[in-house]
C-alpha cells in the first residue's frame, strides 16, 4: 500500500487486504499485560504511521477486547470539541460514535467543550480520526468511537494533566473503553540521528515509566509541536492505575513535508 490510507479512491478489498497486511507475522511482545487501557501512536495515515496504529489496535484486541475508543488528536483550535452524535463515514462504511459515553465525558469535563455540530464537513478531521475508524473496521468490528481534538499546547483553561485525570477517572467503570492519542516525537535533522533518537529516548522514558508532570515539563521546552495530546493519555493511564508502558515499535513517519520520530506505545 503506497499513498495515505484513508484514500477515497480505495476499494473496500484493497483496504482490507492491506490493513490485514500491517498486523499478519507480528507478534505482540510477550510482556503486554491483559487489561491495557492506553495508548499513543502517530496518527498520521503516511505507511509507516498506518503501520504503527494497526500493530495498536492488533494488540488492545488480543488485550482488553475494546468497546469504544476515545480518540483524542491535538489540532490549533483553542478549546477542547468532542463529536457527540453520529458516525464517521469511511470507504469501508460508518462507524458509530459512543453517544452514550460523548454526551457523559461532555457533562464531566471541567473546561469549555465545544459539541462538533453533526453537519460539520468531515474533511477537516484530524489524520487520528480519519484512519482510526477505518483501521478498527477490520481489526476491532463492531468497536465505537468518541473523538475528541484538544489544543496543541496548555493555556489558563487547558491542562492537559488535570484533563487526563478527569477522562480517567471518568472512564474507569467503561467496561471497554480504551484511549488512543496522536503524537509525533522529535523532527528528523539530516546527519543528527543519535541527537534525535537521544530526544526520542527522553520523551518515551516518561512515557513507558509513567510521569505525566515530567513528560509536561520537559515537553514543553522541546521542539515537540503537539505534546498536549501524549501528557493527557500518560496522566489517564495513571489515573486508571497503569504504571508501566509498553513499547510497541519505534520508528520514523512523514507529516507534511517533514519527517518525525514516531513510536506505538501501550498502558
Given at each position: 500500500?503506497?499513498?495515505p490510507?484513508?484514500?477515497?479512491t480505495?476499494?473496500?478489498d484493497?483496504?482490507t487486504?492491506a490493513?490485514?497486511?500491517?498486523?499478519?507475522?507480528?507478534?505482540?511482545p510477550?510482556?503486554?499485560?491483559?487489561?491495557v487501557?492506553?495508548?499513543?501512536?502517530?496518527?498520521?495515515?503516511?505507511?509507516?504511521?498506518?503501520r504503527?496504529?494497526a500493530?495498536?489496535?492488533?494488540?488492545?484486541?488480543?488485550?482488553?477486547?475494546?468497546?469504544?475508543?476515545?480518540?483524542?488528536?491535538?489540532?490549533?483550535?483553542?478549546?477542547t470539541?468532542?463529536?457527540?452524535?453520529?458516525?464517521?463515514l469511511?470507504t469501508?462504511?460508518?462507524?458509530?460514535?459512543?453517544?452514550?459515553?460523548?454526551?457523559?465525558?461532555?457533562?464531566?469535563?471541567?473546561?469549555?467543550?465545544?459539541?462538533?455540530?453533526?453537519?460539520?464537513?468531515?474533511?477537516?478531521l484530524?489524520?487520528?480520526?480519519?484512519?482510526?475508524?477505518?483501521?478498527a473496521?477490520v481489526l476491532i468490528?463492531g468497536?465505537?468511537?468518541?473523538?475528541?481534538?484538544v489544543?496543541?499546547r496548555?493555556?489558563?483553561?487547558?491542562?492537559?494533566?488535570?484533563?487526563?485525570?478527569?477522562?480517567?477517572?471518568?472512564?474507569?467503570s467503561?467496561?471497554?473503553?480504551c484511549?488512543?492519542?496522536a503524537?509525533?516525537?522529535?523532527p528528523?535533522?539530516?546527519?543528527?540521528?543519535s541527537?534525535?533518537?537521544?530526544?526520542d529516548?527522553?520523551?518515551?522514558k516518561h512515557?513507558?515509566?509513567?510521569?505525566?508532570?515530567d513528560?509536561?515539563?520537559?515537553?514543553?521546552?522541546s521542539?515537540?509541536?503537539?505534546?498536549?495530546?501524549?501528557?493527557?493519555?500518560?496522566?489517564h493511564?495513571?489515573?486508571?492505575?497503569?504504571?508501566?508502558?509498553h513499547?510497541?515499535?519505534?520508528g520514523?513517519?512523514d507529516?507534511?513535508q517533514?519527517r518525525?520520530?514516531?513510536?506505538?506505545?501501550?498502558?
Amino acid at each position: 500500500m503506497s499513498g495515505p490510507a484513508t484514500d477515497p479512491t480505495r476499494i473496500r478489498d484493497e483496504v482490507t487486504s492491506a490493513t490485514e497486511a500491517l498486523v499478519s507475522n507480528w507478534a505482540i511482545p510477550e510482556n503486554v499485560p491483559q487489561g491495557v487501557c492506553t495508548a499513543i501512536v502517530p496518527g498520521t495515515e503516511c505507511l509507516d504511521g498506518a503501520r504503527l496504529l494497526a500493530r495498536t489496535l492488533h494488540t488492545l484486541v488480543l488485550r482488553s477486547r475494546p468497546r469504544t475508543l476515545v480518540l483524542v488528536a491535538g489540532t490549533s483550535c483553542n478549546t477542547t470539541r468532542i463529536r457527540a452524535i453520529g458516525s464517521i463515514l469511511t470507504t469501508l462504511g460508518e462507524v458509530a460514535i459512543d453517544e452514550r459515553l460523548a454526551a457523559r465525558i461532555a457533562s464531566l469535563w471541567p473546561g469549555d467543550l465545544e459539541v462538533v455540530p453533526e453537519n460539520e464537513s468531515e474533511d477537516q478531521l484530524p489524520s487520528l480520526h480519519r484512519i482510526t475508524p477505518l483501521m478498527a473496521q477490520v481489526l476491532i468490528p463492531g468497536c465505537r468511537i468518541v473523538p475528541l481534538e484538544v489544543p496543541n499546547r496548555p493555556d489558563r483553561d487547558f491542562d492537559p494533566i488535570r484533563l487526563g485525570q478527569e477522562l480517567g477517572s471518568a472512564l474507569k467503570s467503561e467496561i471497554g473503553s480504551c484511549l488512543i492519542a496522536a503524537g509525533i516525537l522529535s523532527p528528523r535533522k539530516d546527519g543528527h540521528q543519535s541527537s534525535d533518537l537521544q530526544q526520542d529516548a527522553a520523551i518515551l522514558k516518561h512515557v513507558l515509566d509513567p510521569e505525566a508532570v515530567d513528560l509536561a515539563g520537559l515537553a514543553s521546552v522541546s521542539d515537540l509541536t503537539d505534546w498536549c495530546p501524549l501528557v493527557l493519555a500518560t496522566a489517564h493511564a495513571i489515573e486508571r492505575g497503569r504504571h508501566r508502558g509498553h513499547l510497541l515499535e519505534h520508528g520514523v513517519v512523514d507529516c507534511g513535508q517533514q519527517r518525525y520520530g514516531a513510536a506505538a506505545v501501550v498502558l
